[in-house]
C-alpha cells in the first residue's frame, strides 16, 4: 500500500526567505506526483503536477521535482509571501490520489 | 466555466442519521471521485466512478455508497453516522480516469456529526 510522508509538518519562516518542503513516498509505481495548496476550511487547490517521466515543473515561484527511484519529491517556494501561508499537500497518484499530512506553512511578514 | 460544485457547503447531523452529499463535475468530466479528510490528516480515497460505474474503493465500511447519474454528477451516501464521520468531503471531476487526465477538486462539504 502506497504511503506518503510530508517533512517537516510546521514550518515558520520569515518573509523573503526561500524553502523547501519534503514529500517521500514508498511504491515507484506512480502515474504522477501532485502539490496542492489547502487554506483553512477550504479545498485543494492544484500547485503542480509532474508527470512519471518528468524530473521537474515550475510555476512562478515555484518550482517542483521528482525522483521517482527514490520516491521523492520537493516543492521549492522562492521569495515567500505572507500570501504562501497554508497547508501544501503532496499526492502520489496511481488509480487514486494518495496523500500525505501537509506541511503547515506560516510566512512571518 | 464552472469549476467542481459540492453542495451543501455545511451540514450537521446527529448520530445515527443518513446523510447525502451532492457533486456536479466540470463540464465534459465523466469521472467523479470521492476523498474524505479528517481534520489534521490528508484526504483518503473513498470511490471512484466513471461513466456511472464504480472504477475504485477505498477502504471504507458499507455505510458509505455513492452512485453517478447519467449527466455525471454524483451521490455520496452514509447511512448511521458516527461521531468519525465528521470531515471535510471533497469531491474531484476529471475527463477520464488514469495517468493522462488532471483532476479538479470543489471545495468540499464540511460534516460535523453531534
Known amino acids: 500500500k502506497q504511503e506518503v510522508t510530508q517533512i517537516p509538518a510546521a514550518l515558520s519562516v520569515p518573509e523573503g526567505e526561500n524553502l523547501v518542503l519534503n514529500c517521500s513516498f514508498t511504491d515507484s509505481a506512480i502515474y504522477n506526483l501532485q502539490w496542492f495548496r489547502q487554506d483553512p476550511g477550504k479545498g485543494l487547490t492544484s500547485l503542480l503536477l509532474?508527470?512519471?517521466?518528468?524530473r521537474e515543473q515550475t510555476s512562478g515561484r515555484l518550482n517542483a521535482s521528482l525522483d521517482k527511484s527514490s520516491g521523492r519529491s520537493t516543492l521549492y517556494i522562492a521569495a515567500s509571501q505572507p500570501g504562501d501561508s497554508a497547508t501544501y499537500l503532496c499526492a502520489a497518484q496511481r488509480n487514486q490520489f494518495y496523500f500525505g499530512t501537509g506541511t503547515s506553512l506560516t510566512v512571518i511578514p | 466555466d464552472a469549476g467542481v460544485t459540492q453542495s451543501p457547503t455545511h451540514l450537521i447531523k446527529t448520530r445515527g442519521q443518513h446523510v447525502t452529499l451532492r457533486c456536479s463535475p466540470i463540464?465534459?468530466?465523466?469521472?467523479v471521485s470521492w476523498y474524505q479528510q479528517v481534520l489534521g490528516q490528508g484526504p483518503q480515497f473513498i470511490f471512484q466512478?466513471?461513466?456511472?460505474?464504480?472504477?475504485g474503493r477505498g477502504n471504507f465500511p458499507d455505510r458509505f455508497s455513492a452512485r453517478q447519474f447519467p449527466n455525471y454528477s454524483s451521490e455520496l451516501n452514509v447511512n448511521a453516522l458516527l461521531l468519525g464521520d465528521s470531515a471535510l468531503y471533497l469531491c474531484?471531476?476529471?475527463?477520464?480516469?488514469?495517468?493522462?487526465?488532471?483532476?479538479?477538486f470543489g471545495s468540499g462539504t464540511r460534516l460535523t456529526v453531534v
Open positions: 466512478y466513471y461513466e456511472k460505474e464504480e472504477r
Open positions: 509532474i508527470q512519471s517521466s518528468q
Open positions: 474531484a471531476s476529471s475527463l477520464a480516469t488514469g495517468a493522462n487526465y488532471g483532476y479538479t
Open positions: 463540464s465534459g468530466h465523466k469521472s
